[in-house]
């Protein structure tokens, strides 16, 4: 398990020769309260190899080419800004949940991976695993274009889980029709054919 910036500082207080026993107890204490003044995954920051991370395959945002070189350009410009959303460690891999094109431009940029090591900033989002993928979506509703395609994806895995269309509507901010329009594109009708809808659901002609 890769050690947070927070567990690395202290790790450094533990073993530093400069400082009094009775002190270094002090300092960590200082150190974890700096660190959890709110309990939120972004407290917890790890630098981790980024080839120890795997792109999940349920993203439906695209990104165009120039938007792509302007990432770049920022990065290289300005440096990393914000860590990337990962799923806790499986056999010693990490599940992208948000931020792919921030790690496909560091990964495929020879500046980039060398400038940082090799490694990455992330949060560890610990969760199950139908809610990273609404994690996911919510991360990238707010930006970006989604393809109709893995988006209806994302809404039959979900539905296959045995999500009604309301729960799926409310985790993924979707309208009642944009639910049923994909269900239908993905040929989910047999799991919505039977459902009581209220009125809220009705059309307008």
Avoid: C
Avoid at 106 to 112: A, F, G, P, S, V
Avoid at 116 to 130: A, G, Q, R
């Amino acid at each position: 398990m890769n050690k947070s910036i927070k567990q690395d500082i202290i790790d450094i207080i533990k073993e530093s020769d400069f400082i009094f026993e009775d002190h270094k107890k002090q300092l960590e204490k200082k150190i974890v309260n700096a660190f959890n003044q709110q309990q939120e995954p972004i407290s917890e920051v790890f630098w981790i190899a980024i080839n120890s991370i795997s792109p999940n395959s349920y993203n439906p945002n695209k990104m165009a080419t120039p938007e792509k070189r302007l990432l770049l350009r920022s990065m290289l410009d300005h440096g990393i800004t914000q860590p990337l959303l990962v799923a806790p460690e499986k056999n010693q891999r990490y599940e992208l949940i948000d931020g792919y094109h921030r790690w496909r431009v560091i990964k495929t940029n020879k500046e980039l991976r060398n400038r940082l090591n090799h490694k990455v900033p992330v949060v560890i989002l610990n969760t199950s695993d139908k809610n990273q993928i609404v994690a996911a979506i919510r991360h990238n509703r707010a930006r970006g274009r989604h393809q109709i395609g893995e988006i209806g994806e994302v809404v039959k895995t979900l539905s296959n889980s045995g999500w009604s269309s309301r729960k799926i509507m409310d985790a993924l901010g979707m309208e009642a029709d944009e639910v049923l329009r994909l269900k239908q594109f993905k040929g989910l009708g047999e799991l919505f054919k039977d459902e009581d809808y209220s009125p809220s659901w009705s059309w307008e002609e």
